[in-house]
C-alpha cells in the first residue's frame, strides 16, 4: 500500500481512519486559550498539563459561551447530535486560527486530545521546557476505534512494581487509546491485594523468601509487595481520568498457593503451604468440595466489588490440574450431591457458582479459556488464551463473548525471536472462518505481560515496547488501513517519543533482527 503525503506530514498511533491534511500551520503561543464546555473541565485541565511543561505554556481554560472571535483558541465540546460518533470517536480540526476536538463524549474528546499532542513535534512529550516553535499542520481527522475493549494485562503477583510504575503503564495506554487494564493481582507466588477479612493474604501470602532461577538455584532475593485498598482506590481513580476501566484478576481455583500458605484449610488435604519459589502449575487448588471456600471466595470478591466498580470481575480459572479433586472426599462428595460426571465439571460447578454470584451483585464473570464448558452459564466472558480455539469459536458462535489474548502473538512477555514485532502487528483478532455476523461477540483485543522472569521496570518496558503499540493500531484502526510498512515507519517519531517518555524500549535493530517473513 502506498503511503499518502498525510501520512509523511503527521505520524499518529494508532493511525486514525481519516486525516486531510491541509495548506497552512497552526502555532501553539502564549496568547491560545482552550474554549470549553462545563462537562468537559476535566478534560481540558488534562490538555493543559499535557501541554505545560514542554511548551512552558500554563494556558487559559475560558467558558465557550465567551468566545468572542479570539484567534488561537483550542475549542473542546460536546457534539449534540450523538447518533454522529461512536461514543469514543472524534473529529479533530486544525485550522491557522484554532484547533477544534469534537466529541460525543468526554471519552471521544479525550481520544482527540491523544491525537492533537501527536500532531505536534516529538519534544512536545519532554518533562523540561524546550524553547522552540510549537506548530503543527493544519489538518482534519475523523476517527474512532476498531474494538470497544483495547485491553493490558499486567501481572503483579510473579514480580511486584508498585503504584508508580502502573500509573506510569496508564499513562502511556492512555497515549494509545487502550481502555481496559487487566490487573493480574494474584497468583501462587503472591497476593498482593488487601482483603480486610483475611489479613494473612498479605501478611504471609505477599511474601516469598526468593525465585528458583535458571540454574534450579534459590536466589534468596525476597520478593514482597501488596497494594492497600486506598492504594488501589486512588489508582482506579487515577485510571478513570484517562478512560481506562481497570478489571481485577482474582485467580481461583488454580494458581493459589500464596492464598494457601496463609490459609491452608481452602485447600484439598490441609497440611502446610508456602508462597511458591517456582513457577509452572501447581498441583494444590482450591477444595471444591467445601464451602467454606465459597464462603472465602464471595467474602474477597464482597471487598473487591466494594473498591472495584468494573462491572466485569476476572476470576481466572486457568490452569488446573483435577489431582487432589480426584483424592478429595469433600470434592468426590460434591461429584456425588451435584450429579457432576467428573472432577472436569467440578470447575464449571465453581465457576457456575460464582459467576452467578457476581450476576446476584450486578457484576459479570470473566475468566480464561479454560472456564469454557457447555454448561458454563451464558453471561460468562472468556478471555482466549490458547489451545482450544474451537471450543472458543463455538462460544462466539452461541452468542457469548470473548476476548481475545493469543498468547503466540499477544503475549509480551515472550522475547522477540519467539514473537517479533510483525508477527504480533500481523495478529488479528477476528478468526477467518468466523462469519461476520458473529464478530460482535469478540470484544477486542488484549495484550498481556507476565512476569515470571521480569524482574524490573527496565526489563518489563523492553518487553512492551513497541509490541504495545502495534497492539494498540490492531485494537483501534480498521483492519484495511493497518500496514506494516506504515507503521514501522510512524514508530520511528513514536519510539522518539518513548523515549523522551523515559519509557524503555527495544530498538529498531533489536526487534528488527528477529522479524521472520509471514
Ligand atoms: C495463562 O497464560 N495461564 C492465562
Ligand atoms: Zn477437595
Given at each position: 500500500?502506498?503511503?499518502?503525503?498525510?501520512?509523511?506530514?503527521?505520524?499518529?498511533?494508532?493511525?486514525?481512519?481519516?486525516?486531510?491534511?491541509?495548506?497552512?500551520?497552526?502555532?501553539?503561543?502564549?496568547?491560545?486559550?482552550?474554549?470549553?464546555?462545563?462537562?468537559?473541565?476535566?478534560?481540558?485541565?488534562?490538555?493543559?498539563?499535557?501541554?505545560?511543561?514542554?511548551?512552558?505554556?500554563?494556558?487559559?481554560?475560558?467558558?465557550?459561551?465567551?468566545?468572542?472571535g479570539n484567534i488561537n483558541t483550542i475549542i473542546l465540546n460536546i457534539e449534540e447530535?450523538?447518533?454522529?460518533?461512536?461514543?469514543?470517536?472524534?473529529?479533530?480540526?486544525?485550522?491557522?486560527?484554532?484547533?477544534?476536538?469534537?466529541?460525543?463524549?468526554?471519552?471521544?474528546?479525550?481520544?482527540?486530545?491523544?491525537?492533537?499532542?501527536q500532531l505536534f513535534p516529538v519534544e512536545i512529550e519532554s518533562s523540561s521546557k524546550i524553547d522552540m516553535e510549537w506548530s503543527i499542520p493544519c489538518t482534519s481527522i475523523e476517527d474512532s476505534p476498531r474494538f470497544f475493549w483495547r485491553g493490558f494485562m499486567l501481572d503483579e503477583s510473579r514480580h511486584f512494581f508498585g503504584k508508580d510504575?502502573?500509573?506510569?503503564?496508564?499513562?502511556?495506554?492512555?497515549?494509545?487509546?487502550?481502555?481496559?487494564?487487566h490487573w493480574h493481582l494474584t497468583d501462587d507466588q503472591g497476593w498482593r491485594i488487601e482483603i480486610k477479612k483475611y489479613p494473612l493474604l498479605t501478611e504471609i501470602g505477599s511474601k516469598r523468601k526468593g525465585t528458583i532461577n535458571s540454574r534450579k538455584k534459590l536466589d534468596g532475593i525476597p520478593i514482597s509487595g501488596y497494594y492497600t485498598q486506598e492504594e488501589i482506590r486512588e489508582i482506579i481513580g487515577y485510571a478513570a481520568e484517562r478512560f481506562i476501566t481497570i478489571i481485577p484478576e482474582i485467580d481461583v481455583p488454580g494458581h493459589v498457593k500464596a492464598a494457601l500458605a496463609a490459609y491452608p484449610e481452602l485447600s484439598c488435604?490441609?497440611?502446610?503451604?508456602?508462597?511458591?519459589?517456582?513457577?509452572?502449575?501447581?498441583?494444590?487448588?482450591?477444595?471444591i468440595g467445601k464451602e467454606k471456600v465459597f464462603d472465602f471466595i464471595q467474602d474477597v470478591l464482597n471487598e473487591v466489588?466494594?473498591?472495584?466498580?468494573?462491572e466485569i470481575i476476572h476470576i481466572g480459572g486457568d490452569e488446573v490440574p483435577r489431582t487432589r479433586w480426584k483424592e478429595c472426599s469433600d470434592c468426590?462428595?460434591?461429584?456425588?450431591?451435584?450429579?457432576?460426571?467428573?472432577?472436569?465439571?467440578?470447575?464449571?460447578?465453581?465457576?457456575?457458582?460464582?459467576?452467578?454470584?457476581?450476576?446476584?451483585q450486578g457484576r459479570r464473570l470473566m475468566g480464561w479459556n479454560e472456564i469454557l464448558n457447555k454448561n458454563l452459564v451464558k453471561n460468562a466472558i472468556c478471555q482466549y488464551w490458547e489451545n482450544n480455539l474451537n471450543e472458543v469459536l463455538e462460544h462466539i458462535k452461541n452468542n457469548r463473548n470473548t476476548v481475545i489474548s493469543e498468547r503466540v502473538a499477544l503475549y509480551l512477555n515472550y522475547r522477540y525471536d519467539l514473537i517479533p514485532l510483525n508477527k504480533t502487528y500481523k495478529y488479528?483478532?477476528?478468526?477467518?472462518?468466523?462469519?461476520?455476523?458473529?464478530?460482535?461477540?469478540?470484544?477486542?483485543?488484549?495484550?498481556c505481560v507476565w512476569t515470571e522472569h521480569i524482574t524490573n521496570i527496565k526489563e518489563l518496558e523492553w518487553r512492551i515496547f513497541p509490541r504495545l503499540l502495534a497492539v494498540?493500531?490492531?485494537?483501534?484502526?480498521?483492519?484495511?488501513?493497518k500496514d506494516f510498512q506504515s507503521f514501522l515507519t510512524r514508530l520511528d517519531s513514536y519510539l522518539q517519543r518513548l523515549a523522551l517518555q523515559k519509557i524503555n524500549f527495544a530498538t529498531k535493530d533489536e526487534f528488527r533482527k528477529y522479524e521472520k517473513t509471514l
Open positions: 500500500m502506498m503511503e499518502t503525503k498525510s501520512n509523511d506530514i503527521i505520524s499518529i498511533i494508532p493511525k486514525p481512519i481519516k486525516v486531510d491534511v491541509k495548506q497552512g500551520i497552526f502555532t501553539l503561543n502564549n496568547n491560545t486559550v482552550i474554549l470549553t464546555v462545563p462537562d468537559l473541565k476535566k478534560q481540558a485541565e488534562y490538555l493543559k498539563n499535557l501541554m505545560a511543561p514542554a511548551t512552558g505554556l500554563e494556558l487559559d481554560i475560558e467558558d465557550l459561551s465567551k468566545k468572542d447530535n450523538e447518533k454522529v460518533f461512536n461514543p469514543e470517536g472524534y473529529k479533530l480540526e486544525v485550522s491557522q486560527g484554532g484547533i477544534e476536538i469534537l466529541g460525543s463524549t468526554p471519552q471521544g474528546v479525550f481520544y482527540g486530545i491523544h491525537t492533537l499532542r510504575i502502573v500509573k506510569k503503564m496508564l499513562d502511556v495506554m492512555a497515549s494509545l487509546k487502550f481502555n481496559v487494564f488435604k490441609g497440611g502446610s503451604f508456602e508462597v511458591c519459589t517456582h513457577f509452572g502449575i501447581l498441583e494444590d487448588v482450591l477444595c466489588m466494594e473498591i472495584f466498580p468494573s468426590q462428595a460434591r461429584i456425588n450431591k451435584e450429579g457432576l460426571e467428573s472432577e472436569v465439571d467440578l470447575q464449571v460447578y465453581f465457576t457456575n457458582r460464582i459467576a452467578n454470584f457476581l450476576t446476584s488479528d483478532p477476528i478468526p477467518e472462518e468466523l462469519d461476520i455476523k458473529f464478530h460482535k461477540n469478540i470484544f477486542g483485543i488484549e495484550a494498540a493500531e490492531t485494537g483501534w484502526t480498521p483492519k484495511n488501513k
